[in-house]
């Protein structure tokens, strides 16, 4: 893993997994989504309208899993300076922040059937919209510091502060719902899940993780050229390719 | 023992330093708390007069209000310092920064937080409070808006003399701070129904413990990245 | 106890070795060696923008170098940095002095930062800004600041000064007071780095410049 830290080489890694990772996700999120939308009996409850979980579910495992990512690496580039560190918080953060955006709009979607509207103040669906606004104020500081790696250390800092503050705001918001709402049951969850339900979810959760991976791998490889243009190994690269020289 | 004296010193010079710049900048420091006041009067105006329905969103209004007009406030911890180029001598200070972060901190609640306090009763007034919802209101004023500055103090010093950086730091803030107005306001919606508040301003009380320990350090780091 | 520690000397001595620096994406300097001892004065010279400034910034351990590192009496200056700091005085480019209080107010709080040097009183007669003292600093002439600044190295009492452009906006003898007080400081065993365009006004002081 530590070979990894070298630019040079991360570069090489990336190209070769990220194609792999990216055919495998593409298999995973076939089988997935067809063992959901037609293998999966009907919800009991809910009918067809659950199915739009297989989707939700996933993606917002996976916001909150990035984000930890994003302090991970963060902590990373902050203690020991790595620049591939500081290239995948940069990654990941966008993709975070679309799936924390798909999981709202899903989590939208598959309300409305059953409160009959596009939004109530859910505790989970706070929680992820606040966690919208943690990674939409992580990109604006990145984007808002000239110099990259100051940029990378401060959304850094704030990326850890954000992971410490995260379970906080999770269960303040959880406890504000309970008091504010009345009694209705939310679903959303959906807590009793059958096995043929369990093994599409279970799928669909490791395609959005290799969908993440994948296409972090592409961003990050994409970033770390632009910062690191100046350096010899990239020279070789772009002029091994063709490409004009700067 | 003479370290722990000069970290003393140290501290109250801060804190004395950013008080007498305040105080000989006196329109400028009122701007916080009229905006306190203008939020907090346009909420009745927006949403109608009736009594009732005022005493109950007064807890979350003046809430609202005092963290916008913290908000604007908080550039000021930071910014002139960065602009006259006296953040290097905090930088260069042989003492721990995030002690001196607190030291600043301290002087910035003085100066803004503190005047919130001051002025709540007046507002909770105009919003036709109990006393009793008074009472949790400013005690949770109180234990509130000292967490507001130290992590306000976070988000400053993370965007200290970057463009736009009054939006960006209410971005970067307003999720931090959700879980202080949701305990905050709680204790005054407990009250409201007749229960007691301990439960949200032991919460609230936590956080602040909370950020007290952890939001000088992260402040620290945060100065000497932007530096 | 780390053999770095056992070998850490008191007597002041400043090593900068193998120095890199960034800025953005333009090289400023690389591979840059300077060893100081006690009583040493250096004057870095060089053209705008050939890095007197970052150089300073990277010794005072404000901006992070790309390689190299410096050591203060043995030690990296990133470990024991308390200590560091406790020997070093640094003025930068802006004065650092506040508007709304007045110069005897300014540098009291200076010298409660870190005090040891001279008093508030001793340095603002040094520099002849006694009769200012009650003075606002927003009323201060460009020149009054500079001093007012320098009067904040005098208070500190520290080993190691490091001063950016500091005849910058001052008079002939002002400059004269400035390099009498250099030189106390190398008689006292201390060491300076001045970045300045134009020569010291004293003798035997090296020189390093930094090509654009």
């Not at chain 1, 916001?63 to 790595?82: E, P």
């Not at chain 2, 919003?127 to 500055?149: D, H, I, K, N, Q």
Request: glycine share 8%; proline share 5%.
């Amino acid at each position: 893993m530590v070979h990894l830290a070298s630019p040079r080489e991360f570069y090489a890694f990336s190209l070769r997994w990220s194609r792999r990772i990216g055919a495998v996700t593409a298999l995973l999120m076939l089988v997935g989504l067809y063992l959901g939308l037609f293998v999966a009996p009907p919800d009991y409850q809910q009918g067809d309208s659950y199915r739009i979980m297989f989707v939700h579910v996933p993606s917002a495992w996976m916001s909150l899993c990035v984000y930890s990512i994003l302090a991970g690496a963060g902590a990373v580039a902050l203690i020991w300076r790595v620049k591939v560190a500081e290239v995948v918080a940069a990654a990941s953060a966008p993709i975070g922040a679309a799936l924390t955006a798909l999981a709202l709009a899903t989590g939208s979607i598959w309300g409305k059937p059953m409160w009959g509207t596009f939004w109530v103040w859910d505790a989970r669906l706070t929680s992820e919209l606040v966690l919208l606004f943690l990674y939409l104020g992580y990109m604006a500081l990145d984007a808002a510091i000239e110099d990259r790696r100051t940029a990378s250390r401060a959304a850094a800092i704030l990326a850890l502060v954000g992971v410490v503050d995260l379970p906080i705001i999770h269960y303040s918001v959880e406890w504000w719902n309970t008091l504010h709402q009345g009694p209705t049951v939310t679903k959303l969850g959906a807590p009793s899940i059958h096995p043929s339900m369990l093994a599409p979810l279970l799928i669909m959760g490791l395609a959005f993780t290799g969908y993440y991976l994948a296409l972090m791998l592409v961003r990050a490889r994409c970033e770390l050229l632009t910062r690191e243009r100046g350096s010899a190994w990239v020279q070789e690269i772009a002029a091994a390719d063709g490409a004009p020289h700067p | 023992m003479s370290r722990q004296s000069g970290l003393w010193r140290a501290c109250l010079g801060l804190i004395r330093r950013d008080l007498l710049c305040v105080s000989r900048h006196r329109a400028e420091a009122a701007n916080p708390l009229l905006f306190f006041a203008m939020v907090a009067t346009i909420f009745p105006i927006a949403l109608g007069p009736d009594p009732k329905a005022l005493a109950a969103i007064g807890p979350g209004a003046i809430w609202a209000s005092a963290l916008l007009s913290t908000l604007l406030s908080l550039e000021g911890m930071f910014r002139p310092d960065l602009e006259d180029g006296s953040i290097e001598q905090l930088l260069l200070c042989p003492h721990p920064l995030p002690v001196l972060v607190l030291a600043k901190v301290c002087a910035h609640w003085l100066a803004t937080g503190l005047p919130l306090l001051l002025l709540a009763p007046l507002l909770a007034l105009q919003f036709g409070l109990t006393m009793e919802s008074t009472t949790t209101l400013l005690l949770s004023l109180a234990l509130g808006t000292p967490a507001l500055s130290l992590l306000g103090a976070v988000g400053v010093a993370l965007t200290v003399g970057l463009r736009g950086a009054g939006l960006l730091l209410a971005l970067l803030l307003l999720p931090l701070y959700v879980p202080i107005l949701i305990f905050a306001t709680g204790a005054g919606g407990a009250v409201q129904r007749g229960l007691a508040p301990s439960a949200h301003l032991n919460m609230l009380t936590a956080l602040l413990v909370l950020a007290l320990t952890l939001a000088p350090i992260a402040a620290a780091a945060a100065l000497r990245v932007r530096g | 106890m780390s053999p770095e520690r056992a070998t850490a000397s008191t007597e002041p001595a400043l090593s900068v070795s193998g120095l890199e620096c960034r800025r953005g994406e333009r090289l400023v300097f690389s591979n840059l060696d300077i060893d100081l001892e006690a009583g040493e004065v250096l004057q870095i010279s060089g053209p705008n923008g050939s890095g007197k400034t970052t150089l300073l910034r990277a010794i005072a351990g404000l901006t992070p170098p790309t390689a190299g590192e410096v050591r203060w009496c043995g030690r990296r200056i990133d470990e024991g940095r308390v200590e560091f700091l406790r020997d070093l005085a640094y003025l930068g480019h802006a004065d650092g002095v506040k508007a709304e209080l007045t110069v005897w107010e300014d540098l009291e709080v200076a010298e409660a930062l870190r005090g040891g040097g001279l008093t508030v009183a001793d340095a603002l007669d040094r520099l002849g800004l006694t009769e200012l003292a009650d003075t606002l600093g927003r009323y201060l002439s460009a020149g009054q600041r500079r001093r007012l600044a320098l009067c904040r190295i005098l208070t500190s009492g520290a080993r190691l000064w490091l001063l950016d452009e500091p005849f910058a906006a001052l008079d002939e003898a002002t400059i004269t007071t400035v390099g009498r007080l250099l030189e106390q400081q190398a008689e006292r065993g201390g060491l300076a780095i001045v970045t300045s365009h134009h020569p010291l006004p004293i003798d035997h002081a090296r020189v390093v410049r930094l090509a654009a």
